[in-house]
């Protein structure tokens, strides 16, 4: 049972696999039969009227007739090459008579009547075995004469294919241009077009790379591309010229662009590299280090023997990658991929055939083409993804715009109201203070009064009271003024005070301000922090008179630079000083006794906590000395302060 509950999921799948597979198989079948049809259809027409195929040919010391298209055999040595000699009929009257070759290989030197009209070997792009470059030359009029003329065509053959004379057209130039402009059209200018391209979209496909660096399928389709640009626009070495380096990057760059096009297909579909995928790259390797080390013939015998496989190996492994893909995803870009994939190797097991003359009378290699159309194909199609992702970004970009600019506003919004409800937390907060404080200071002198009153007490007791009461009330009216966050403008009006305090006790008031500056600004300045400040120094005078039994009281205020610049940050100071008996200190700093001076110096501390300042007490025999140490930034709340 359960193994029949194994294979009961699998059915189902293997019927999806199939549902998909087959018919995509059935349309790369008809790719093929389409493409065979336009390689067929595509095929250049010549001027049959003026073929000359039958030649004879002496090659190694022997004669015989032949018919072109002909073969003849491997060479690696340009000594004593093939030659093939003619007649044509020339009609005395014609004018403009031309020589016309369709296709050979490698190069050929051309003579009429004794005289050479066509050497190929000084076009270097005409004598690549990969090129179906066609050559067409004028005859000079004094070299043809009424009746028949000789032609003799020297096939110069180098490499391990062999050599290839396709049918040689003499006739009026008018009759044999056409034709040659529609090869040329073909074989010259389509190809050079496609590098073009691919040279241009390697160099987007690059600063695609440069700016996504974390997709590679990019920069690995961009070097396969110029792998395939070097390889088109560079001429290669015409024999006898012996540069084996630049043969070698030619001969090592099919394989190794075959390969690096597996890479971008893995790459592309998400796949996961494979532990034996470097060995994609020993046949161009192999090739390339042979090239550079061995003689002209080792490395193009290498190219046949594992660079030409190789293409056709990475071509077999991308028709499978795409299959799969196809299978599992069925998208588009996996279906577009499949088809010209299916087309290279079309075209590619089309040259095979003609190379090893399975297909006779013909050698037209395709296959490069192909391969270029497809790269333009690929490049194209991941610029147009790119350029379709930067719109969606853009698009993406102008709706976060829109989404941030009304979140901006909404913002505003609740920011204008919590800075309402801020605004009336801080005021109903300053008022609930300010009445804290009027009621411990201006409260508890307006109950001393009325307790006097009711006593009946002496007038100069109620007098005194009362006083107190309205400096109280002053101190409070004067904290509420608008001191922009300057606290020497409220000590300001504190020593106008404080000297009216000590005149009737005979008491000198000093005032010493010791840096320019006085003290810092401080924008955070509240009132309630200038009453906690104003109360300190009013205690500190007052003890220095009633207890200290001071004569000389100095006030010292300056700024301690913290080295920072402007002053920001900096700590205000303000010292008063007196010349009283003192007062014994105990261990924590408090008063050693615990009467009503213990009181006012726990008070005074209390006070400078509320404000984030620090206290500092200091008595001898000689005075005593309050040190109020101000923050650099005064707390908003007296939880702060205590905290």
Sequence with gaps: MSEIAARAPARPRRRLIAARLVPYLLLQVLIVIVTILGLRLLQPSDPDD????????????????????HFTSSRYSLSDPPLYTGTFTFRNGDAGWSVFLPRFSNAVEVAVNGVVVLDSRRDANANRPDRNTPQIALIPASLLHDGDNEIALRLFVWGPLKGFLDTVYVGPDAALRPSYETRTLLFVTLPVVFSAWQSILAVILAIMWLMRRREPVYGVLAVAMVLGVVQAFVPPPVPPATTSRLAAVLLASAPTESALIVVFALLFFGWHWPRYGALLFVPGIVVFAVGLVGGPPLPRILFLVLGIPMVGVCLLLMASITATQVVRRQDAASFTLGCAVTIVLTCWVHDMLSVFEIMTNERIFVSRLSYSAMLVAIGAGLTWRFARALNQVDSFASQLVTRVREAEERLKASFAREEERARAAALANERTRLMRDLHDGLGGQLVSIVALSERGHESSGITDAARAALKDLRLVIDSMDDIGGDLMLALGSWRERATAQLRPHDVALGWHVATPQGLPLHPELRPWHVIQIVRILDEAVTNAVKHAQARHIVVTIETLDDGQESGQG????????????G???????????????????????????????????????SGTRVRLQLPKTFPDSDAAATG
Excluded at 50 to 69: M, Y
Excluded at 570 to 581: E, N
Excluded at 599 to 607: F, H, Q, V
Aim: proline share 3%; aromatic share 4%.
């Design 570 to 581: 900096s700590r205000g100071m303000i010292s008063v000083a007196d010349d009283g008996k």
């Design 50 to 69: 003026f073929a000359v195929s039958g030649f004879s040919l002496r090659e190694d010391g022997a004669s015989r007739p032949v018919a072109l298209p």
């Design 583 to 621: 007062f014994a200190l105990s261990g924590n700093g408090e008063a050693g006794n615990a009467g009503q001076t213990a009181r006012g110096l726990r008070n005074m501390r209390s006070r400078a906590a509320r404000c984030g300042a620090l206290l500092d007490l200091a008595s001898d025999a």
